[in-house]
């Protein structure tokens, strides 16, 4: 009986121990580009401190980066594209500061005239 007991006790501590292991958050953020477009999406630039993050994303794919900014101060998250013409900019994440942490999804769905990407950006931030 006192081994049962005892086993029980020792496999509680154990399943919590393994759930907080499982539940541990990195920190950092986790952006999402989901390519709706018939075409690659080459030299999309994730720009952050400590950045940036060159990345493809394949025609109708999915494509995850996680990033933990160097951060020291206030500083942004900002994605750019070559479009041929210039640059184009969207900021994923407007304004970050130390201990913040956040996901986006970004959904690619045109591809304008001039180059640029038609850009749709759900962001949702944590502070601490």
Do not use: W
Not at 16 to 41: E, R
Not at 66 to 78: L, N, Q, Y
């Amino acid at each position: 009986m006192k081994r049962a007991i005892l086993f029980i006790c020792v496999a509680i501590v154990a399943f919590f121990a393994v759930m907080i292991v499982v539940d541990y958050d990195h920190g950092g953020f986790q952006i999402t580009i989901k390519n709706n477009l018939d075409k690659d999406v080459r030299h999309l630039s994730i720009n952050y401190p400590g950045g940036p993050k060159v990345i493809t994303v394949s025609a109708h794919s999915t494509k995850r980066v996680h990033i933990v900014p160097d951060t020291r101060g206030e500083a942004s998250i900002v994605l750019v594209y070559e479009t041929g013409n210039g640059k184009q900019q969207a900021d994923i994440f407007g304004y970050i500061e130390p201990g913040y942490k956040g996901e986006a999804i970004i959904y690619i769905d045109s591809l304008k005239d001039n180059g640029e990407l038609g850009l749709t950006v759900d962001e949702k931030l944590n502070v601490y």
